[in-house]
């Protein structure tokens, strides 16, 4: 059996008409996903786990339930990768992205095991270009809410370093997402021959900036895309004050072009349809498409990924699965799954033995030999709230800030940057800390953040966009999740200090 997983960045469910519970306010072309979708297994109920970028793939790759003990870092030295045991297992394995956190200090070891990869180079803030020192004025006024900025000011660079990595582009081949789709069904014709392989397509678009050319730019809007008074790339952050303030009509031209991205994503995907078709490949290839999550665009108040509350419009993800032998090929399927469970499946059907970890396969669902899955899936970011949810309720529960969260890592830094301690001069110890290996790793202590202070409960099967929360109500459904929640912490041995931050007894 070959693999082929597809992973779209940041693509929200309910722009989709294949989810068509919550629909946003104009018709989203997605023709090719529809297309995908009439031929897998669509999950309806399937969550995130561990946010942002890089910790959910470490859920993906390593199986590993990642932001329980860290936030955004490497591969560790004791994970067992996906592509490496596939690798050892005789598969071929390749990388196609234009996700350039890969290729980043701190979040290492994610791209080396492959047998090969191609990095699409620009998007977002990959330092990539230096010229031009001016790049496109429009772009650089639509990359804040603050006006025409100075494409030199240290506090606006990253944001122009966007601009001058498009500056050349002269139409929609340019663009990343075509790029990344045209290798991968480049890539497909030319293994076809190949006895078993697994690739990971990493399409870091429908990520901001929310930047397309025409057609697309246009087609969700009467707006002129040129106007510099609009905007495509919003700060995070509620949407009706501070430096995340966006007007109505700014908010609306943000959804259109977030909108054309996905219909972007949606056409070029349809390259890799085609040379699934051409080539034959159905017949002895399963297909996954996912997210890591959503993106807020208004919901709630919020626009893009902050890290608390935690809505399903982030968390409550897009899952398709095809394949060619499964009794559930072309069904629904309600079970309640979870991200890192992806792990488990794609190794199961590489035909490769390995430990899980912290992911539940997959494939007794797809064949058939069984109906349920999980009982509760936890989600959050490091040093947040954590959530969880039965598939028909979700239980939001708030951490205290003034109670440090506990960092477990070989290394003592991380990509981002704003995990650190809070002094420069600080206390870490080594020792074998983690449940789920022996190895000694650095375990320190540092912030957390959350941004409600109460418990939130939402019945999603009677109220999907989250409305109204029933926390507070005497409701037996709340003491019930929240035992949930904590029999979840138990069952991972979560760390001591999660409870204390929770207020939760263990």
């Given at each position: 059996?070959?693999?082929?997983?597809?992973?779209?960045?940041?693509?929200?469910?309910?722009?989709?008409?294949?989810?068509?519970?919550?629909?946003?306010?104009?018709?989203?072309?997605?023709?090719?996903?529809?297309?995908?979708?009439?031929?897998?297994?669509?999950?309806?109920?399937?969550?995130?786990?561990?946010?942002?970028?890089?910790?959910?793939?470490?859920?993906?790759?390593?199986?590993?339930?990642?932001?329980?003990?860290?936030?955004?870092?490497?591969?560790?030295?004791?994970?067992?990768?996906?592509?490496?045991?596939?690798?050892?297992?005789?598969?071929?394995?390749?990388?196609?992205?234009?996700?350039?956190?890969?290729?980043?200090?701190?979040?290492?070891?994610?791209?080396?095991?492959?047998?090969?990869?191609?990095?699409?180079?620009?998007?977002?803030?990959?330092?990539?270009?230096?010229?031009?020192?001016?790049?496109?004025?429009?772009?650089?006024?639509?990359?804040?809410?603050?006006?025409?900025?100075?494409?030199?000011?240290?506090?606006?660079?990253?944001?122009?370093?966007?601009?001058?990595?498009?500056?050349?582009?002269?139409?929609?081949?340019?663009?990343?997402?075509?790029?990344?789709?045209?290798?991968?069904?480049?890539?497909?014709?030319?293994?076809?021959?190949?006895?078993?392989?697994?690739?990971?397509?990493?399409?870091?678009?429908?990520?901001?900036p929310f930047h397309v050319p025409e057609p697309y730019a246009s087609m969700y809007t009467d707006e002129d895309p040129t106007d510099s008074d609009l905007v495509n790339w919003p700060?995070?952050?509620?949407?009706?004050?501070?430096?995340?303030?966006?007007?109505?009509?700014?908010?609306?031209?943000?959804?259109?072009?977030?909108?054309?991205?996905?219909?972007?994503?949606?056409?070029?995907?349809?390259?890799?349809?085609?040379?699934?078709?051409?080539?034959?490949?159905?017949?002895?290839?399963?297909?996954?498409?996912?997210?890591?999550?959503?993106?807020?665009?208004?919901?709630?108040?919020?626009?893009?990924?902050?890290?608390?509350?935690?809505?399903?419009?982030?968390?409550?993800?897009?899952?398709?699965?095809?394949?060619?032998?499964?009794?559930?090929?072309?069904?629904?399927?309600?079970?309640?799954?979870?991200?890192?469970?992806?792990?488990?499946?794609?190794?199961?059907?590489?035909?490769?033995?390995?430990?899980?970890?912290?992911?539940?396969?997959?494939?007794?669902?797809?064949?058939?030999?069984?109906?349920?899955?999980?009982?509760?899936?936890?989600?959050?970011?490091?040093?947040?709230?954590?959530?969880?949810?039965?598939?028909?309720?979700?239980?939001?529960?708030?951490?205290?800030?003034?109670?440090?969260?506990?960092?477990?890592?070989?290394?003592?830094?991380?990509?981002?940057?704003?995990?650190?301690?809070?002094?420069?001069?600080?206390?870490?110890?080594?020792?074998?800390?983690?449940?789920?290996?022996?190895?000694?790793?650095?375990r320190w202590s540092t912030y957390a953040t959350g941004r409600h202070d109460d418990p939130m409960l939402f019945d999603v099967s009677a109220d999907p966009e989250q409305e109204t929360?029933?926390?507070?109500?005497?409701?037996?459904?709340?003491?019930?999740?929240?035992?949930?929640?904590?029999?979840?912490?138990?069952?991972?041995?979560?760390?001591?200090?999660?409870?204390?931050?929770?207020?939760?007894?263990?």
């Open positions: 059996m070959n693999v082929l997983f597809v992973s779209i960045d940041s693509l929200s469910r309910h722009f989709l008409e294949v989810y068509p519970e919550i629909g946003v306010e104009f018709d989203v072309e997605t023709d090719n996903l529809d297309r995908f979708a009439e031929r897998a297994a669509v999950f309806d109920t399937h969550y995130a786990g561990s946010l942002p970028c890089m910790p959910a793939r470490r859920e993906w790759l390593t199986g590993t339930r990642e932001f329980l003990w860290r936030p955004w870092g490497p591969v560790e030295p004791f994970d067992d990768t996906l592509p490496r045991l596939a690798r050892e297992d005789g598969v071929a394995t390749q990388l196609v992205t234009d996700h350039y956190h890969y290729f980043q200090h701190g979040s290492h070891g994610y791209f080396e095991d492959f047998n090969g990869f191609e990095f699409v180079r620009g998007h977002e803030y990959d330092a990539w270009r230096t010229a031009p020192r001016r790049p496109d004025e429009r772009l650089l006024a639509q990359s804040t809410t603050r006006g025409s900025p100075d494409p030199d000011d240290v506090g606006f660079m990253n944001r122009a370093q966007y601009a001058r990595n498009v500056a050349d582009f002269e139409d929609e081949s340019d663009f990343f997402a075509p790029q990344v789709f045209d290798a991968t069904a480049q890539w497909v014709r030319d293994n076809r021959e190949r006895d078993r392989w697994f690739c990971y397509v990493d399409s870091f678009d429908v990520h901001e700060y995070y952050g509620r949407v009706d004050r501070g430096q995340s303030e966006l007007t109505d009509r700014q908010l609306d031209f943000v959804r259109a072009q977030f909108a054309g991205k996905v219909t972007m994503v949606d056409r070029w995907f349809g390259r890799v349809l085609d040379a699934l078709d051409e080539t034959g490949a159905w017949s002895d290839t399963m297909v996954v498409v996912t997210a890591d999550h959503g993106h807020y665009l208004g919901e709630h108040g919020w626009v893009g990924k902050p890290q608390a509350p935690m809505y399903n419009t982030l968390v409550h993800t897009p899952l398709f699965v095809h394949h060619p032998d499964a009794a559930r090929a072309d069904e629904r399927v309600d079970a309640l799954t979870s991200a890192v469970d992806l792990y488990g499946t794609m190794l199961d059907e590489l035909g490769v033995e390995a430990d899980h970890r912290h992911s539940r396969s997959l494939s007794p669902l797809l064949h058939g030999e069984r109906d349920e899955h999980r009982d509760r899936a936890i989600y959050g970011y490091w040093g947040s709230s954590v959530n969880v949810t039965d598939g028909e309720y979700t239980y939001l529960h708030p951490c205290d800030e003034s109670v440090d969260a506990a960092c477990h890592s070989t290394e003592m830094m991380n990509a981002l940057g704003p995990f650190q301690p809070r002094e420069p001069e600080f206390d870490a110890e080594a020792g074998e800390f983690l449940p789920y290996t022996e190895s000694p790793v650095w929360d029933l926390a507070g109500e005497g409701r037996e459904e709340e003491d019930r999740m929240r035992s949930l929640l904590v029999d979840a912490l138990d069952h991972l041995d979560a760390p001591a200090s999660q409870y204390e931050r929770l207020d939760l007894a263990r």
